[in-house]
């Protein structure tokens, strides 16, 4: 398995975002595809930096999230409760 770079490390666990890596995008390494190809990773949720804050760490959070690509390039990001819920809807049809 191949991991992406790591975006972020928060305490021992590193992690990395939905998008993918070099290795992926090689037309060998999608061989045979026909569909795209995902990506499961985690993104990093912007938080405002407060003005009135004095020193200390810069607070920050994360979503996991689905990344699709091709060959092409890369498709789409999106939440993966998000994609979770599509899913559901769709099954629902």
């Known amino acids: 398995m191949i991991e992406n770079p790591t975006d972020a490390d928060v305490g021992n666990i590193n992690f990395g975002n939905s998008e993918p890596s070099p290795q992926d995008k090689k037309p060998a390494s999608m061989k045979g595809y026909t569909q795209p190809s995902i990506v ?22 994360f ?31």
């Open 40 to 61: 499961l990773g985690y993104e990093v949720d912007p938080v405002p930096y407060d003005p009135n804050k004095i020193g200390g760490t810069t607070d920050r959070t």
């Open 63 to 93: 979503h996991r999230s689905v990344g699709f690509y091709t060959t092409n390039g890369f498709i789409i990001n999106i939440k993966f409760d998000d994609f979770v819920d599509l899913v559901k809807k769709l099954n629902k049809n």
